[in-house]
């Protein structure tokens, strides 16, 4: 059974930073694309970031970019969101996710609550 | 960016009826459209992929159609259980972009 658990998640003050991190089980991770996807009380879900599965194509949303990293250990089947500068715009649930070809995603993890707040 | 517009917003219908969802992309997409259902406080679940792949597992009641731009997905028999936010996903190109989301509730 694949089965993605995500932790790090917590209260941050504005410009400060989190490391998410995502463990993977039930599959041969290295063969599969990782993405993060976030939502925002009461909206809708937003893309982050993304990784294939040698972690060497990487790329991110404009609203993320140069301020979260996404990076992978494949020895430890897990993913990492490392998250700085943060506002609070970044107030979400991040889900870590499956995606089989870099696209649609076929599982997800439960999320974890990110808030940005003084 | 390509912008993901689904119509409604919100919808009520009663257990049996017939419902669509549409999902319009602001430029094509080609087959490269996914739909996800969501219900609150857990994460989402894919039900349909490259436009009318069913995923396993996903009853057959939930069908998906289109190309291009406008898309399509239908639920031919409302259940009870289908009461859920549904969002539609384009991966033709990066930013991945999600619809804003169609709220499906039984009258």
């Known amino acids: 059974e694949v089965q993605l658990v995500e932790s790090g998640g917590g209260l941050v003050q504005p410009g400060g930073s989190l490391r998410l991190s995502c463990a993977a089980s039930?599959?041969?991770?290295?063969?599969?694309?990782m993405l993060w996807v976030r939502q925002a009380p009461g909206k809708g879900l937003v893309w982050v970031s993304r990784?294939?599965?040698?972690?060497?194509?990487?790329t991110y949303a404009d609203s993320v970019r140069g301020r979260f990293t996404i990076s992978r250990d494949n020895a430890k089947n897990t993913v990492f969101l490392q998250m700085s500068s943060l506002r609070a715009e970044d107030t979400a649930v991040y889900y870590c996710?499956?995606?089989?070809?870099?696209?649609?995603?076929?599982?997800w993890g439960q999320g974890t609550q990110v808030t940005v707040s003084s | 960016d390509i912008q993901m517009t689904q119509s409604p917003s919100s919808l009520s219908a009663s257990e049996g009826d017939r419902v669509t969802v549409t999902c319009r992309a602001s430029?094509?997409?080609?087959?490269?459209l996914n739909w996800y259902q969501q219900k609150p406080g857990k994460a989402p679940k894919l039900l349909i992929y490259?436009?009318?792949n069913l995923q396993s597992g996903v009853p057959s009641r939930f069908s998906g159609s289109g190309s291009g731009t406008d898309f399509t997905l239908t639920i031919s028999s409302l259940q009870p259980e289908d009461c859920a936010t549904y969002y539609c996903?384009?991966?033709?190109?990066?930013?991945?972009?999600f619809g804003g989301g169609t709220t499906v509730e039984i009258k």
């Open positions: 996710a499956r995606a089989p070809h870099g696209g649609y995603v076929d599982s």
């Open positions: 039930g599959f041969t991770f290295s063969n599969y694309w």
């Open positions: 990784l294939n599965g040698d972690g060497s194509t990487i």
């Open positions: 430029q094509t997409v080609n087959r490269n």
């Open positions: 490259t436009v009318s």
């Open positions: 996903q384009q991966t033709y190109t990066t930013p991945l972009t």
